[in-house]
T-cell receptor, first 114, second 112 residues
Framework: SAVISQKPSRDICQRGTSLTIQCQVD?????MFWYRQQPGQSLTLIATANQGSEATYESGFVIDKFPISRPNLTFSTLTVSNMSPEDSSIYLCSVGTDRGTEAFFGQGTRLTVV | GENVGLHLPTLSVQEGDNSIINCAYS??????FIWYKQESGKGPQFIIDIRSNMDKRQGQRVTVLLNKTVKHLSLQIAATQPGDSAVYFCAELTDSWGKLQFGAGTQVVVTP
């Protein structure tokens, strides 16, 4: 298993500002994933972060809004840019095993935009 | 794609009874499925998984059933306890690295 730490655990931000969320894993992993969970809803994949290359974004998500860094095999950041109240969600970091099974999640970052 | 904003369906279960949570998945080619439990304020926690070459798998108090014909998963929780109150999600693996497609989720409320 992997232990995943996210920071911050929660934040309240002003509209128009940006927030960077950090995800630290206790072991080296090839792929890291960022998900969004809007209030009362399921998880939706934002992007896949592979070390050494640009993140791959899912339909409906763009790099200008959600820039991602992956500087090494244990760390990634997700920035939520130019925030609006519609960005209020829980943002979750995830890693898969090398065999692609048992994807593990961090505890999430609860973002409220006012 | 994204789930359009609806509140999660709720399953109300009396303590000690068995719970059955259902999930439909989308891709007939998917070969690995996971059930997650998400408690308030926490990230999803792995409960049990199943590969497509199986139709049933049992864990401690939990059983997952897979019906590939109708693309349906279920999670059975035996002797439901107050600590089982949470949101439960099924997820299907969509690549070999851990990328997941989640189902809509079910809120389980255990009543005394």
């Amino acid at each position: 298993s992997a232990v995943i730490s996210q920071k911050p655990s929660r934040d309240i931000c002003q509209r128009g500002t940006s927030l960077t969320i950090q995800c630290q894993v206790d072991s080296q992993v090839t792929m890291m994933f960022w998900y969004r969970q809007q209030p009362g809803q399921s998880l939706t994949l934002i992007a896949t972060a592979n070390q050494g290359s640009e993140a791959t974004y899912e339909s409906g998500f763009v790099i200008d809004k959600f820039p991602i860094s992956r500087p090494n095999l244990t760390f990634s950041t997700l920035t939520v840019s130019n925030m609006s109240p519609e960005d209020s969600s829980i943002y979750l970091c995830s890693v898969g095993t090398d065999r692609g099974t048992e994807a593990f999640f961090g505890q999430g970052t609860r973002l409220t935009v006012v | 794609g994204e789930n359009v904003g609806l509140h999660l369906p709720t399953l109300s279960v009396q303590e000690g009874d068995n719970s059955i949570i259902n999930c439909a998945y989308s891709n007939s080619a998917s070969d690995y499925f996971i059930w997650y439990k998400q408690e308030s304020g926490k990230g999803p926690q792995f409960i049990i998984d199943i590969r497509s070459n199986m139709d049933k798998r049992q864990g401690q108090r939990v059983t997952v059933l897979l019906n590939k014909t109708v693309k349906h998963l279920s999670l059975q929780i035996a002797a439901t306890q107050p600590g089982d109150s949470a949101v439960y999600f099924c997820a299907e693996l969509t690549d070999s690295w851990g990328k997941l497609q989640f189902g809509a989720g079910t809120q389980v409320v255990v009543t005394p």
